[in-house]
């Protein structure tokens, strides 16, 4: 239910990536997989893993791009069946597959892919460790991982109280476990064994911050405004709107729109922190 949401009001991308004034959103999206595509170093023959894949989207493009073969991971019934049916509609399906299985616990063998990568995915996790650990598993030695996540930064003090309201609010209003920081990533890449290559901020200038989708479209402003809210609660009053919706609003809209603006301005909390490790 909620990749059909997400699909339904965001289309196949359901991360934030680099923004550049005088392109569409689609168009970002559509050069952040080129992007992807040199942090992995994929070229023809290779076999690449995107874990935690959804519907497949930026394998299907890391595979048109690089000529690799990409193998994509998800939990989801409704997800293999959907992804499967736009690989063979972008006449991918001989180079392109999505499986079942658990980024925990994944149901390959050692040393199957080339390159591994995930998106939006780990955030998920309740257990980076394993999953980290499962990534450096299936790779081949010499292979490459790229991880690029909502995470905390290093700037996060967990001692500040707004610092803490925003990185909790975000986690319980996306019903998601408490986000991992960039330290826990490294960490856990290191416990795995995997060598350190990069990190890089991909909304670095001339690219707009990574949340500013909220920002051009004025949304932020619209959620932060006390009068929306008070129009909220007159409209659930008078049974305009249905009983409890301002709680909704508030729990579900509201947040985590305005914590990741306000988060991202802090510097807090990055959604386009690209992550790069080797297998040695």
Known sequence: LMSEMITLTSGPFWHFVPMYKGKSRKDCHEQFHYTMCDYLKAKAGDKVLEFGCGYGEIGRQVAKISGA???GLTMSDAEITGGNDRINKAGLQDRCVIVQGNYHKMPFEA????????VYCLKYSADLETAVSEA????????????????????????NKQHKYIVDNI??????????????????????????????????????SW?????????????????????IKAAEYLRILPKAFSDFFDACIIHPTTDFTNGGRLGIVTGSLMMVWTKP
């Open 171 to 208: 986690s319980s209003s996306t019903c998601m476990p408490p986000l991992w920081t960039a330290q826990a990533f490294r960490d856990a890449a290191k416990k795995a064994g995997l060598v350190p290559v990069e990190e890089v901020d991909l909304c670095k200038p001339p690219a707009e």
């Open 69 to 71: 073969g990409v193998t």
């Open 211 to 231: 949340y500013s989708c909220f920002e051009r479209s004025h949304i932020h402003d619209v959620l932060m405004s006390p009068t929306v809210f008070s129009l």
């Open 111 to 118: 040393n199957s892919f080339d390159k591994a990568f995930g």
């Open 136 to 159: 450096a598993r299936v790779l081949k030695p010499g292979g490459r991982f790229c991880s690029y996540e909502i995470i905390v930064t290093d700037k996060y003090d967990p001692n």
